[in-house]
Each structure stands twice: as C-alpha cells, then as structure tokens.
C-alpha cells in the first residue's frame, strides 16, 4: 500500500518553488517524471557530503538512490530518510510537520519509524522486521528524534556562550582566526562585552549547546556571520543549516540583509554549507591570522540582500 507520507513528500518537490528549484538545479537530463529523482538524489548526497558523511564522489551511493526511489515512489519513507530530506531541502516546519503527522499514522507492513542513532541518518530497512505481536497490538512507532533548538543568548547567558565558544576553538582551531590559549583568558567582562556586540545564536539538542553562530555589523548595509561552529556529534543533522538560516532571519530583522564571512582554504563542508544559503566568493583572500600567517589563507563568502 503506497505510503501517504511518501507521495505527499514528492508533491512537494514537484510543486514550483524552492523546493523544487533546489533539485532542478542539478538535472543532467530532463525526465517525463514529475520529480527526477536522480537530481533530487544528488542534493542529498550533496547535504550528506558537507555534513560529513561520507566522501564527495561523482557516483551517488546506490543505497541513497534506493531510499529517493522508495520515498518518492510512495513505497517506504522511514523516519531518517524524512529528517535527510527535511534538512537537505530546507523544508518549512508547516511542511515537515505535515510529513510527520502523515508518517506517524498507523504504520502500514513497510513502515521504518525507527528513531536515528546518535550523531546519524537512520537507514532504510528494505525488509520489515516480523512483528511477535499481532497487528492490532503492534507497538507504536518511535518518536523522531528531535530537531535541534535555535535560540538568541540572552545578555545574562555570558557562561554558557564562553563555555560553547571555548569548545568550539579547542575542537576546531584551524577554523577560526583567534585561538582557544588566547581567549581563555578572557575575563569576565570582556565576555558579557562580546556577547552584548554579537548576535549570537546557539543550537541545542536536549538542552545541552550544540552549535553557534554569531553576527556583527560590517559595511553600510552589511552584516558579517562569525564563530560558526558546530559540534561534532550534531553534524549531519541540519545543525549547520539550522544557524545559517538564523543569522540570516536576524540580518534581515537588522536591517543589514547583506551578509558576508570567511572560510579558512581546504574547508570544503563548510563552503558547500554557505553557498547552499547564497553565499558566493567574492575572490577575496586573507591571513586567518594576522598574528601567525603560518595559520593558512582563508576567503570572503558573500550572500546579497535577498539572497
């Protein structure tokens, strides 16, 4: 029996909009089929790719292939496949929310509602796991697991943006241009200052900080999206994307919807996270440190008012 959530899913993609633009984008060939799922395939690897999953590769993972197959064709939408799609694609929380209530019906004999594992996409079961129970007492689906939650720091929340920045510069020094030896120096007062002059946004799974992002202003118009750092065991669910989208909510409220940043050279997640959002090169280049040119180059990004 075609699942509901499936071909709701593929209604979506085929819809005009950004949905749709996203995937089109990648079309090699065109297809009679309302949706080429070849092309939707590659956004998802694509998301996969600079979330770390996996190596980049002009060959798709057959099993990808297979789960946009079975999705799209109404056969089996497991609970992972949908939280990849709703990351890759950016959907909106009317349409994901629609998907989950659609996937959390009363499982049909494919249904995969199993919960991901830590720090990863479940994958598809193609063949259902027979039930010691009969279908009338079957145990209900697994909740998803959570999306991340996306909040401003408040001016008192000083300790928890150190703490979370201070990780972040220990985890990833070659990211960012300061260094944690410096900036664990920091007294007090000079974190309440930064966190006053910074829009900053952290992301939480469970309560506990797993990412943040910050933004300053720059030229007449401009904002510059800052400290972006994500932890290791959120990456690969949205994280990422969830922060990009926030910074650039809180340069439009601004004023400033220009928005630009720099990425150290050779971090190709990264900019393959930015230019999902509009982010282009502009062809500038700089020292990541002044203080310490052997630190590397990094380049300017830039994303127009409007995207």
Do not use: K
């Not at 959530?5 to 065109?30: C, E, I, K, N, S």
């Not at 092309?39 to 060959?59: D, F, P």
């Amino acid at each position: 029996m075609p699942t509901a959530a499936g071909l709701h899913l593929a209604d979506l993609l085929a819809r005009p909009g950004p949905y749709r633009t996203r995937w089109v984008r990648q079309v090699a060939r065109a297809t009679p089929a309302p949706v080429n799922q070849a092309a939707v395939t590659r956004v998802l690897a694509q998301w996969l790719w600079a979330n770390g999953e996996g190596e980049e590769s002009e060959m798709l993972p057959r099993t990808l292939r297979d789960r946009v197959s079975r999705a799209l064709g109404g056969r089996l939408l497991s609970a992972g496949t949908l939280r990849l799609f709703a990351a890759a694609f950016g959907l909106s929380e009317q349409d994901e929310a629609r998907l989950w209530s659609l996937l959390d019906g009363p499982p049909g004999p494919q249904s995969d509602c199993a919960p991901a594992r830590p720090g990863g996409i479940v994958p598809d079961m193609t063949t259902p796991t027979p039930s010691a129970t009969p279908p009338s007492s079957a145990t209900p689906p697994a909740a998803p697991a959570p999306a991340p939650a996306v909040r401003r720091l408040a001016a008192d929340e000083w300790t928890r943006y150190r703490d979370v920045r201070l990780a972040a510069l220990a985890q990833a020094p070659e990211a960012f241009g300061s260094t944690h030896a410096r900036e664990a120096e920091f007294t007090e007062e000079r974190w309440r200052e930064r966190l006053a002059a910074r829009n900053t946004v952290v992301a939480e799974l469970d309560g506990e900080p797993r990412g943040l992002v910050g933004l300053v202003t720059a030229g007449e118009g401009e904002t510059e999206l800052v400290s972006m750092w994500v932890h290791p065991q959120a990456r690969g669910l949205g994280v990422g994307d969830r922060l990009v989208r926030a910074a650039i909510e809180r340069a439009e409220e601004l004023g400033r919807p220009a928005v630009r940043l720099w990425v150290a050279e050779g971090n190709a997640p990264a900019e393959r996270l930015y230019a999902r959002h509009g982010f282009h090169r502009t062809g500038q280049v700089q020292p990541v440190d002044d203080e310490q040119p052997g630190r590397g180059m990094e380049f300017a990004m830039a994303r127009p008012a409007g995207g």
